[in-house]
């Protein structure tokens, strides 16, 4: 059995080690689905800057899985409501959202097809998600025949 925390800091910390970088729900769920819709990939392909969630490396298309909150979606509206430790949650989620920016210019530099999907638009609309990719695929295939 798990000692729960006591304290509203040692909760933050039980939680906060709780969240997964990589095979988190939002991923394996997309995952699933476009295995269902046949399309075969990579996943955490590590040969790739910033190690997309997702890479189909037939069509050069790399798709990133963002969680809402650590790559700011909605940021300066969330940005006001951030009470703990503000000087350090600005400072982390800002530079997730360069960092964000430059790997995507980077494998568009390297012709790749970046997509980025929000991790709620994942849970509202997994199927609008999974077209926006296997139209992605189709374009790929019909510019590798022109």
């Given at each position: 059995?798990?000692?729960?925390?006591?304290?509203?800091?040692?909760q933050r910390r039980y939680i906060m080690s709780r969240i997964r970088s990589n095979d988190?729900?939002?991923?394996?769920?997309?995952?699933?689905?476009?295995?269902?819709?046949?399309?075969?990939?990579?996943?955490?392909?590590?040969?790739?800057?910033?190690?997309?969630?997702?890479?189909?490396?037939?069509?050069?298309i790399a798709i990133f899985c963002d969680g809402d909150f650590w790559h700011g979606k909605?940021?300066?509206?969330?940005?006001?409501?951030?009470?703990?430790?503000?000087?350090?949650?600005?400072?982390?989620?800002?530079?997730?959202?360069?960092?964000?920016?430059?790997?995507?210019?980077?494998?568009?530099?390297?012709?790749?097809?970046?997509?980025?999907?929000?991790?709620?638009?994942?849970?509202?609309?997994?199927?609008?998600?999974?077209?926006?990719?296997?139209?992605?695929?189709?374009?790929?295939?019909?510019?590798?025949?022109?």
């Amino acid at each position: 059995m798990v000692k729960q925390p006591r304290t509203k800091e040692e909760q933050r910390r039980y939680i906060m080690s709780r969240i997964r970088s990589n095979d988190s729900k939002i991923e394996t769920d997309f995952r699933k689905a476009l295995w269902h819709e046949g399309i075969r990939y990579r996943k955490n392909y590590k040969l790739l800057p910033g190690k997309p969630d997702i890479v189909i490396t037939k069509h050069k298309i790399a798709i990133f899985c963002d969680g809402d909150f650590w790559h700011g979606k909605n940021w300066e509206t969330k940005k006001a409501k951030i009470m703990d430790n503000r000087e350090y949650w600005i400072t982390k989620i800002e530079r997730n959202m360069m960092r964000d920016k430059e790997i995507s210019q980077l494998l568009v530099a390297n012709g790749w097809e970046v997509i980025r999907f929000w991790g709620s638009e994942i849970n509202k609309d997994l199927n609008a998600c999974i077209d926006e990719v296997i139209t992605a695929v189709i374009q790929a295939r019909v510019d590798s025949i022109t």
